[in-house]
T-cell receptor, first 114, second 115 residues
């Protein structure tokens, strides 16, 4: 089972460049999430999508946009990358409505902005 | 508002000795609680989850966690550490709000296992 698939695995950008991180899940989950992980700060929520057609800001949305393309896919876009966006990005999905539903994670994208 | 505090950022144990990773939470309602493990340069893997069926929860790789409502704690334990347990561990609380589930992460505890 593929679970949650993220692409690319690694990316280096120059300040001001743009890019889109792709995420797809094959578990028929309604909810999808984008987190960033920085040393000593745990995982912080950037954006989430409770269901197809809806997106909402999380804790640290500035500088990012998202698109819930369909039930399977949830992309994260950096329009003008900044060094502060150097981080590891994780996509996750869950099945709300089921009590105690855990998050299922992709393997992450390591982004460096120079 | 919900929050999670992992009381130790680093824990070192000798191989074969017990592991205790501490987590306290704050939640307005009955929480869902999880522990995840992240090995170096890897994604996050679910270790265990609290389902309210039992206060002592068993997970993978010999880990357990006990839910104590009176202490608002969900500490992770393992009787005997193995070298392969060296990783970062995250305590997570989830709460439903207007039909949406949000997951709040602690800042993590890095476990070091000494030979």
């Amino acid at each position: 089972n593929a679970g949650v698939t993220q692409t690319p695995k690694f990316q280096v950008l120059k300040t001001g460049q743009s890019m889109t991180l792709q995420c797809a899940q094959d578990m028929n989950h309604n909810s999808m999430y984008w987190y960033r992980q920085d040393p000593g700060m745990g995982l912080r929520l950037i954006y989430y999508s409770a269901s197809e057609g809806t997106t909402d800001k999380g804790e640290v949305p500035n500088g990012y946009n998202v698109s819930r393309l369909n039930k399977r896919e949830f992309s994260l876009r950096l329009e003008s990358a900044a060094p502060s966006q150097t981080s590891v990005y994780f996509c996750a999905s869950s099945a709300p409505g089921r009590v105690y539903s855990p998050l299922h994670f992709g393997n992450g994208t390591r982004l460096t902005v120079t | 508002a919900q929050s999670v505090t992992q009381l130790d950022s680093h824990v070192s144990v000798s191989e074969g000795t017990p592991v205790l990773l501490r987590c306290n939470y704050s939640s307005s309602y009955s929480p869902s609680l999880f522990w995840y493990v992240q090995h170096p340069n890897k994604g996050l893997q679910l270790l265990l989850k609290y389902t309210s069926a039992a206060t002592l929860v068993k997970g993978i790789n010999g880990f357990e966690a006990e839910f104590k409502k009176s202490e608002t704690s969900f500490h992770l334990t393992k009787p005997s550490a193995h070298m392969s347990d060296a990783a970062e561990y995250f305590c997570v609380v989830s709460e439903q709000n207007s039909g949406t589930y949000k997951y709040i992460f602690g800042t993590g505890t890095r476990l070091k296992v000494l030979a």
